[in-house]
């Protein structure tokens, strides 16, 4: 029996290994991918490496089950492969960052790259005209979330706690899940005027620089009352339970999803998605009046394109027509 290259991975460190699987690569081969790999996980963001990672895994199951060769591939496997995650519901532009890693591996192992071949990128194209437009996530603006904080004000749950510190801490910071998750008690310091700065790290930060974000004081003692309830005194600001009921060191970022989102069916909302905290913020910041300059830094959003789109309501209801409708009384 020959041997292939296996991808597996940890939460911090790819490791790789060659058992016995079906189609072989030349060791040679194997070696370059191996060496790859492990730069990979000593330069990439741990959210982007996994998922060049799960994109890598996903294509050579697809690749062994098929009978196609996994690398150096071809075009007829790309666009078969393309054509069953779209079948399973995975919509195009996902699977385009699938797309985007395979032909990124080919060209750092310089292989002949697939993705580049005309009828890849037609396939892709067609998949795309086939989805149907995607609806923007409801907002979870201000307003929601103060009905929901006063809807929940005497539960004293230590779940309860959580949740609302991180709802509110992921509004004030125009917080990402990934980033979300990722807080640590050390990164707030605490101001004279009760409120707090909260340090993201450009590792964390999905932008790749270092930011300092503003925590309200009521934030804080939400934040200050989830801490204490949980007696967490260092490492990872939010986290979940173990089945025995001690803490685990951690949060997953689908169960930051699930609290998002179960804000939303409390308030009888549909559509609310882990974005909704940020175009909720976003909103309600264009409402003010605040510049896309001014919000672009406070979502750090390296252009003006999401900011504008996710306020693109709050603008047409603050538009030239609606003010001289106003003027007009009409």
Request: charged share 20%.
């Amino acid at each position: 029996m020959v041997e292939t290259t296996s991808l597996l991975m940890t939460d911090t460190v790819i490791v790789p290994t060659l058992p016995p699987i079906g189609h072989s690569l030349a060791p040679a081969l194997a070696s370059q991918l191996r060496d790859y790999l492990q730069l990979l996980a000593r330069s990439m963001k741990p959210n982007s490496l996994r998922a060049l990672i799960t994109d890598l895994l996903a294509f050579e199951t697809f690749c062994l089950a098929e009978n196609f060769p996994l690398l150096p591939t071809t075009q007829a496997a790309v666009r078969a492969y393309l054509r069953r995650r779209h079948q399973t519901g995975v919509k195009a532009n996902t699977i385009s960052r699938a797309f985007s890693h395979i032909g990124q591996i080919h060209e750092a192992m310089d292989l002949p790259n697939p993705c580049r071949h005309r009828f890849i990128t037609a396939e892709l194209k067609a998949l795309r005209r086939h989805d149907a437009p995607t609806g923007q996530a409801t907002a979870l603006r201000f307003t929601d979330l103060q009905r929901w904080t006063e809807a929940i004000a005497h539960d004293t749950l230590p779940a309860t706690l959580r949740n609302r510190a991180l709802v509110w801490l992921g509004y004030d910071g125009l917080l990402r899940v990934s980033e979300l998750i990722a807080v640590e008690l050390s990164w707030l310091e605490t101001q004279a005027d009760g409120s707090a700065l909260l340090y993201l790290p450009a590792a964390v930060n999905k932008n790749s620089e270092d930011a300092y974000l503003y925590v309200t004081p009521t934030t804080l003692t939400y934040l200050e009352a989830w801490c204490q309830s949980a007696n967490i005194r260092e490492g990872r600001l939010f986290r979940s339970w173990q089945l025995d009921g001690s803490l685990r060191p951690s949060l997953h970022a689908s169960s930051a999803n699930e609290i998002i989102q179960a804000v939303g069916r409390q308030l009888g909302l549909t559509g609310v998605s882990s974005h909704s905290l940020r175009i909720g913020a976003d909103q309600d910041l264009m409402e003010l009046g605040e510049s896309l300059v001014a919000i672009m830094v406070a979502g750090r959003w390296k252009d003006s394109k999401m900011p504008a789109h996710y306020g693109r309501k709050v603008t047409a209801a603050q538009s030239a027509m609606a003010r001289l409708a106003q003027k007009q009384g009409r």
